[in-house]
Structure formats: C-alpha cells, structure tokens
C-alpha cells in the first residue's frame, strides 16, 4: 500500500450505534431510513466522527454531486449544519443536481440554497486551476459512482488529484459501495486511446470502489507527482466485492434504475454506433434499436425530448430493436450479444461504427473483431491475457474483501 494514502479504520461500534451517532452529530433532525441495507453498508460520508474533526477550522471544497447524501441530507448541507468551512463546490458531469444531458457544458455558477461558488468541472477547465484551489486547505471528494471505465466520475477523481497533488493540497475520499464490485471483465484500454471517457489501463469493468482506484492511481503513479499527494480514505463498514448495493439515488438522468446500471457496461457500446440506447425514453439503457431494424423485431421506442435527453438520437422517430425485460439480472460479465446482434442486422455495415466506438472500448481491437465476425467467446478470450495481468495489479489496492476471496 503507497505511503501516502492513509486509511481511517472502519468503525467497530455497533450498526445501530452509528447511525444513532450520525442522526445527532451536528444535524438538525434524523432523515436516515432505518433499512436492512442501510445497515449492512455504511457509506464513507456517514461516518461523521471520523473525518468532521479533520474539516474543522479549515477552508473545505467539495467535489460532489447530487448522489454525496447523508441519509436524505446532502453532504454540504450535512457539513455547514456543523459548523464546516464550505468555500466552494466542484462538480462533474452532470452538473451539481445531475440533471444535465451526458456530454453537456456545464457553467460555474453559485449554489442558490447555500449560495456557494460552484465550479463546473466539465465546462471550461478539467483540471481544477491553481487559482480555483488557492484559498482551500482540503478538498472532499463523495460522488456515488457505477464502476465503469467510460463513466467519467473516476476522469473527473484523477485530474482533482493531480491538482492537489501538483498544489500540495490534502485530499479526502469518502468511499462509496460499487455497484459493479462483484467481477472484472472487458478490454484493457490501450494507451494511446486514452480520452476522458477513459484515461488508464484499466479494463471496462474493473472491480474496484474510488477509494480502492484512488490507490491505484498514486501507487500506479499514473499521474504526475502522484506520490506527492496527501490523500486519506474514510472506508465503508459492512461492504465487500461480493457486495449487490442498490443504489439509493440515480447516478445519472439516463441511468434511473438499478436494471439500467446492470446493463450499462455492455449497453454503453452503442454511443459508439448508430444505435439508439433509449436516451429519450423513461427506459434508457434498457433497451436499443434503430429505424432500419423493422425487419428483425416488432418492439419499438420513440426517442422524445426530455431532462437529461434534449435532443436524444433519432428523436420523434419508431427504433425497432429489443428490451431488456429481466429486472432481476445481475452481470458477471459483459453481454457482447446486443452489439453483435445489431452489427449483424445493420445492412450498411461501414455506417454502424463512429469514432467514439474505439475510445468506448480503449482498443480498436474489438470494432476490428466485430467487422471480421469473430464471436463472443473468440473475443472475450481475447481479452484475458491483459485482464489477468489487470487483476494482479488490483489486488495490491483493494480495502474489502475481495470476490474471489
């Protein structure tokens, strides 16, 4: 384990306690449901006692969205009930209340309920500016992730550690459950695809929670000066990689049930084509077609403007495809089927790709594979040379108790 990264222990006290503690440490009124899973996994951000004597005094940025909750509470109103500095908010794809459209600019501005300045990390700048840091003593990160190499929550985490680590900031992690902790699988990203929708060698489902990937990140040194950064990780209680966490809140406008989530990984692929995933629809990423398709499939969707779809593909007109009715699905590997399905029904074969495919994948490896027809198994067993390698390099970094453990 790097020298740099501490790591708070895990609280010992009884699950009851702690959410008796959390109720009354430095909030107005209790809002946390008392439920089976609440008191199975106990996120980071709960664990007041660990980490709010660590704020006190001191000027606090928050890199957070609508998902960094305390029960039903937000964190930054959690922290200013308390007593906390918060100077400013961070935030990433999405915006603050995670409303916007994927790949939509997102403006600074001010929070209007607290009235703090909030700084938009996919708009102008990436990367936190030196003048955006000079007047924070810590920054906090708490983002409810997916797990997913190409959702960019985890681009947003490194390039925040590389400022703090380039303007000797300290950094605090507050951990969160990953909903696709339970297995690794997918291509290994090539380097030189490298692109915010994937910036390490790490394969698409990767298996590890932010604090374990933060790890990874400063041990792997895969950012400049990674070993100069101050970073501490409050841990969960109650969680392990084989772990199903619901997701109490939506991480994202098009991912609005758990059954999304679980088909997100091998759904997302069709950003890279011509193929709808149903982004304006109340069932995006639980679906995918396309006009063409009628021939193959009597099931259709019509794409219509919403909030986080404003001008979703194909919008207004009838995609033929297929939905994803099994609510009880849960992954252990990706689902190359959907892909090669809609490539096999697709008649304008050289159409189908975009550029955005290749980054999706991290290789041009798999697009290529397709196109000569290889099936699932000959590319899944392509992957596992580097996927092997992959896992090694995860074990060094992992918190919890591992799924194969």
């Given at each position: ?72 509470v937000l964190l930054v109103d959690t922290l200013l009930q308390s007593g906390i ?41 990436k990367k936190p500016t030196k003048t955006q840091l000079q007047d924070v003593d ?50 290994v990203l090539q380097p030189s695809f490298s692109s915010f929708v994937g910036m ?206």
């Amino acid at each position: 384990m790097n020298t740099s990264v501490k790591i708070i222990p895990k609280i010992q006290l009884r699950k009851m306690l702690i959410i008796w503690m959390i109720c009354f440490l430095g909030l107005t009124s209790c809002t946390i449901p008392v439920t089976a899973q609440s008191l199975e996994i106990i996120p980071g951000a709960w664990q007041l006692e660990w980490y709010k004597p660590k704020l006190k005094g001191k000027r606090v940025a928050l890199l957070m969205n609508h998902t960094a909750t305390i029960g039903d509470v937000l964190l930054v109103d959690t922290l200013l009930q308390s007593g906390i500095d918060i100077v400013k908010l961070f935030v990433p794809e999405h915006g603050f209340r995670g409303t916007a459209d994927a790949g939509a600019y997102i403006q600074d501005g001010i929070d209007s309920a607290t009235q703090i300045p909030v700084i938009s990390l996919y708009g102008k700048n990436k990367k936190p500016t030196k003048t955006q840091l000079q007047d924070v003593d810590i920054v906090v990160y708490d983002i409810q992730d997916v797990g997913v190499r190409f959702y960019t929550y985890i681009s947003t985490l490194q390039y925040m550690m590389e400022a703090c680590a380039a303007w000797n900031i300290p950094m605090l992690i507050l951990d969160r459950p990953n909903p696709h902790g339970h297995y690794v699988d997918g291509p290994v990203l090539q380097p030189s695809f490298s692109s915010f929708v994937g910036m390490q060698p790490i394969p698409v489902v990767y298996g590890m929670t932010v604090g374990e990937y933060a790890q990874m990140l400063i041990g792997e040194k895969w950012f400049p000066q990674a070993e100069k950064l101050r970073l501490e990780i409050i841990t969960m209680e109650g969680y392990t990689h084989h772990s199903l966490y619901q997701l109490p809140i939506p991480p994202s406008p098009n991912l609005s049930t758990m059954h999304a989530i679980y088909q997100y990984p091998s759904l997302c692929f069709f950003e890279g084509t011509v193929v709808s995933v149903g982004r304006g629809t109340p069932r995006p990423f639980e679906q995918w077609g396309h006009p063409s398709y009628k021939a193959y499939s009597t099931y259709y969707f019509t794409p219509q403007s919403r909030i986080g779809a404003a001008k979703p593909l194909y919008q207004d007109q009838k995609c033929y495809g297929l939905v994803l009715n099994d609510s009880s699905f849960v992954p252990s590997q990706l689902d190359l089927s959907h892909v090669l399905t809609a490539y096999h029904w697709y008649e304008e074969k050289d159409k189908f790709f975009n550029n955005f495919f290749d980054k999706l994948a991290g290789t041009d490896l798999l697009r290529k594979q397709i196109r000569e027809g290889k099936d699932a198994a000959h590319i899944r067993n392509s992957w596992q040379p580097e996927l092997d390698n992959f896992k090694k390099i995860r074990k060094k970094y992992l918190l919890y108790p591992d799924f194969e453990e």
